[in-house]
């Protein structure tokens, strides 16, 4: 069965930090690139990061650049997404995604590229 799930959010004071995990199963992570989106209340789905096959990192929002990192371990078949300095418009539902891709070397964050999703993570921020 092919599942994709987040973990790891949570409730978190401004400033703080959170990693989130995206775990694969039911097919092969390492054929995959995987993205990072969020959806805040009444907001649009947007593209947050992704990770090529190859590692290679993609930033859609300027304003996490510095502050989230996205990682994978193809062993684990899960993927990271470490969240620091986490500000006020960070809060959302953040969701995991898999591409199942032939390029190595790039990833997208058109959501509609996407293979698999999760059914996402609370992240709030609130002191």
């Known amino acids: 069965q092919v599942q994709v799930v987040e973990s790891g959010g949570g409730l978190v004071q401004p400033g703080g930090s959170l990693r989130l995990s995206c775990t694969a199963s039911g097919f092969t992570l390492d054929d995959y690139a995987v993205g990072w989106f969020r959806q805040a209340v009444g907001k649009v789905r947007e593209g947050v990061v992704c990770i090529s096959r190859s590692d290679n990192i993609t930033y859609d929002l300027d304003s996490v650049k510095g502050r989230f990192t996205i990682s994978r371990d193809n062993a684990k078949s899960t993927v990271y997404l470490q969240m620091n300095s986490l500000r006020p418009e960070d809060p959302a539902h953040y969701y995991c995604?898999?591409?199942?891709?032939?390029?190595?070397?790039?990833?997208?964050?058109?959501?509609?590229?996407?293979?698999?999703w999760g059914p996402g993570t609370q992240v709030t921020v609130s002191s």
């Open positions: 995604a898999a591409e199942k891709t032939p390029v190595q070397a790039m990833c997208t964050l058109n959501r509609y590229m996407y293979d698999y």
